[in-house]
């Protein structure tokens, strides 16, 4: 089994940076497929930036070059470091890991971004 556990989110102003962990608890294999969605307020969850078993990385079209999704083996965590911060991405962020063999969709509970303009 695995559980994720979000930190890191909170109020800034636009322009600043907030950095968002997601701890693994149970094993990452290195085919697993791990991003970070989000959701905001009356608005469809979609995918921030994810990183997939080989080594590719893909982000939403909105926050390339503000964005960068990271991990740590060894801490058994992904980030999201998170720059130039502008209200629309006022959400939810969830961390998300989809393992295909075999299949497993895992969702931790989300942490709050909130950016005031």
């Known amino acids: 089994q695995v559980q994720l556990v979000e930190s890191g989110g909170g109020l800034v102003q636009a322009g600043g940076s907030l950095r968002l962990s997601c701890a693994a608890s149970?094993?990452?294999?290195?085919?697993?497929?791990m991003g970070w969605y989000r959701r905001a307020p009356g608005k469809q969850r979609e995918l921030v930036a994810s990183?997939?078993?080989?080594?590719?990385?893909n982000y939403a079209d909105s926050v390339k070059g503000r964005f960068t999704i990271s991990r740590d083996n060894a801490k058994n965590t992904v980030y999201l470091q998170m720059d130039s911060l502008q209200p629309e991405d006022t959400a939810v962020y969830y961390c998300?890991?989809?393992?295909?063999?075999?299949?497993?969709?895992?969702w931790g509970q989300g942490t709050q971004v909130t950016v005031s303009s």
């Open positions: 998300n890991l989809r393992r295909l063999l075999p299949y497993k969709d895992c």
């Open positions: 149970g094993s990452i294999f290195s085919s697993d497929v």
């Open positions: 990183f997939t078993g080989g080594g590719k990385t």
